[in-house]
């Protein structure tokens, strides 16, 4: 499948971020079926409109998701994940009253994460795209 993915055009710049995230729940605890991880689909995308930033796919397991979120430059990967995991996290937690009882510690996620680049094309393709720029004599 493929997702196209338009240019953020800011005032003084034009970027096109892309960062595939992965979640896994603390101690991989396999409490998400499908209306929790709907839920926190819906607590993610609510985090990422205060971030300016927007989520084009998300799925997950029963001890994980996967996101995969465009975002402008201004905002770090870091403080992106930490913001998506808290709110989806309380949003969570709130809709399903025993999600708190069934994980360990009553925390959602572990404190790691997965982040990987998502862009169209390969590290190769854009290192031949910069050497073969012509240099001014």
Known sequence: MSVLVDFTKRRHSVSKL????VFT???RVKLLDNKRLDDIETGMRRACESLECEILEFNGESDYVHVLVQYPPKLSISVMVNN????????ARWLNSDMRTLSTQGKLW????????????????LKNYVQSQNRPD
């Open 25 to 27: 729940t603390k101690y």
């Open 18 to 21: 892309v960062v595939h995230l």
């Open 84 to 91: 998506l995991k808290s709110v989806s996290s309380r949003y």
């Open 110 to 125: 572990s404190r790691s994460y997965f982040a990987s680049s998502a862009g169209g094309v390969t590290i190769e393709t």
